[in-house]
Structure formats: structure tokens, C-alpha cells
């Protein structure tokens, strides 16, 4: 059974950069036709889409945050990462790693960065 | 981008009514489409995809129906575990997703 785990820090300063990494387990990472992503929930708001990677090393990310975002994957370990740089406190927020298609069928449980001082 | 508008956002019904959930995008996205639902503190979970496909595991009084921009997502006798928030979500766009503002079901 596919399982993803989202790891980093939960606290994160201001106009610092935000990390994290989502092991894939119970699967491969390397597997075609499905891209690895990173969504994002603020605290009571919705869900935003911030980008995703193929096994390839393909990138796509929300215009909104492009300019920001680095996601990149690592097949030796069968995981994949986010770096958002510059935060601030608009970019606290509950943080999911999710495997889509289309739909997106298999998500971690979510990780939730701060971003104070 | 797609923008995706989805209505009402909340709602509040009995056990065993009829809910339906519709979901607008600003373009026609040829069925690219999922929900899902979302209880508190827990990651979404797939519902339905490609507009009307029932996801393995999942009841089958939720149902999903639409074409061109509008979509809708119905449950047909609302179970006291229904109580959640749902989201639509495009992918025709398969390198840009986006998802509708959410409906919170709460029960009357």
C-alpha cells in the first residue's frame, strides 16, 4: 500500500526558505504516469496547488508562487522535495505531498509550517 | 489559469437528504475532473474522478455527473459520516491544478 510522509520544520522565519521532503514508501517513485506533488491548506482556507514533478525530473508549479518554488525529486531514495523561499506569514499553512494522474489518489497526511519570527 | 467556482459554499441538511454540489470552471475542461472530501484535520480523500468515476472504496450513493465548464456532485441519501468539507478540482490543465473554494456540509 502507497504511502507518502511529509518531514521538516514546522516553525520557519520570515524571508527565510521553507523545505520539506515527502518519502515515498510502499511504492516507487520512479513508477509512469504519475506525477509527485505538493498542495497546501492555511489554517480554515482552502486547498492551493503548488506544484508537482515528474520521475523525469519535470516541474510544473502554480504561476502564483513559480518564482519561488523548487521542487525536485531524488529516485535513490524515493523522494521528492519543496523549497519555497522568501516566505512570509501568508505561507503558513498545512502541507500535503500527494501522487496524481488526474486526481490525486494517494496523499500524506499533511505537515504544518509556521512562518513567525 | 482555469478558475474553478464552486457553489454553495456551505450547506446544511438531514441525514438522508439529497445534497448536490456543483462546481463551475471558467472554461471547458472535457470531464478533467475530481472531488474530493475533507474532514477536519485529515487530508482530502478522492471521491470521483474523470467527472463520474467512483474511486475504488467508495460508496455508491456518491455520484458525480456534468460536461463542458459545469459539474456536479451528488449524495444521494446523506450518511452521518457525509459531514465534511468537499472540493472540486481541474486537471485539464495537467500541468497547472486547481481546485473550487470547498462546500462544508453540516448537518441541520
Known amino acids: 500500500q502507497l504511502q507518502l510522509q511529509e518531514s521538516g520544520p514546522g516553525l520557519v522565519k520570515p524571508s527565510e526558505t521553507l523545505s520539506l521532503t515527502c518519502t515515498v514508501s510502499?511504492?516507487?517513485?520512479?513508477?509512469?504516469?504519475?506525477?509527485w506533488g505538493w498542495i497546501r491548506q492555511p489554517p480554515g482556507k482552502g486547498l492551493e496547488w503548488i506544484g508537482s514533478?515528474?520521475?523525469?525530473?519535470?516541474?510544473y508549479y502554480n504561476p502564483s508562487l513559480k518564482s519561488r518554488v523548487t521542487i525536485s525529486v531524488d529516485t535513490s531514495k524515493n523522494q521528492f522535495s519543496l523549497k519555497l523561499s522568501s516566505v512570509t506569514a501568508a505561507d503558513t499553512a498545512v502541507y500535503y505531498c500527494?501522487?496524481?494522474?488526474?486526481?490525486?489518489?494517494?496523499w500524506g497526511q499533511g505537515t504544518l509550517v509556521t512562518v513567525s519570527s | 489559469d482555469i478558475q474553478m467556482t464552486q457553489s454553495p459554499s456551505s450547506l446544511s441538511a438531514s441525514v438522508g437528504d439529497r445534497v448536490t454540489i456543483t462546481c463551475r470552471a471558467s472554461?471547458?475542461?472535457?470531464?478533467?475532473l475530481a472531488w474530493y472530501q475533507q474532514k477536519p484535520g485529515k487530508a482530502p480523500k478522492l471521491l470521483l474522478y474523470?467527472?463520474?468515476t467512483l474511486e475504488s472504496g467508495v460508496p455508491s450513493r456518491f455520484s458525480g455527473s456534468g460536461s463542458g465548464p459545469d459539474y456536479t456532485l451528488t449524495i444521494s441519501s446523506l450518511q452521518p459520516e457525509d459531514f465534511a468539507t468537499y472540493y472540486c478540482?481541474?486537471?485539464?490543465?495537467?500541468?497547472?491544478?486547481?481546485f473550487g473554494g470547498g462546500t462544508k456540509v453540516e448537518i441541520k
Open positions: 510502499g511504492g516507487s517513485i520512479s513508477s509512469s504516469s504519475y506525477y
Open positions: 500527494a501522487r496524481h494522474k488526474g486526481g490525486i489518489d494517494c
Open positions: 472554461q471547458g475542461i472535457s470531464n478533467s
Open positions: 478540482q481541474q486537471y485539464y490543465s495537467s500541468l497547472s491544478l486547481t
Open positions: 514533478i515528474y520521475y523525469s525530473g519535470s516541474t
Open positions: 474523470a467527472a463520474s
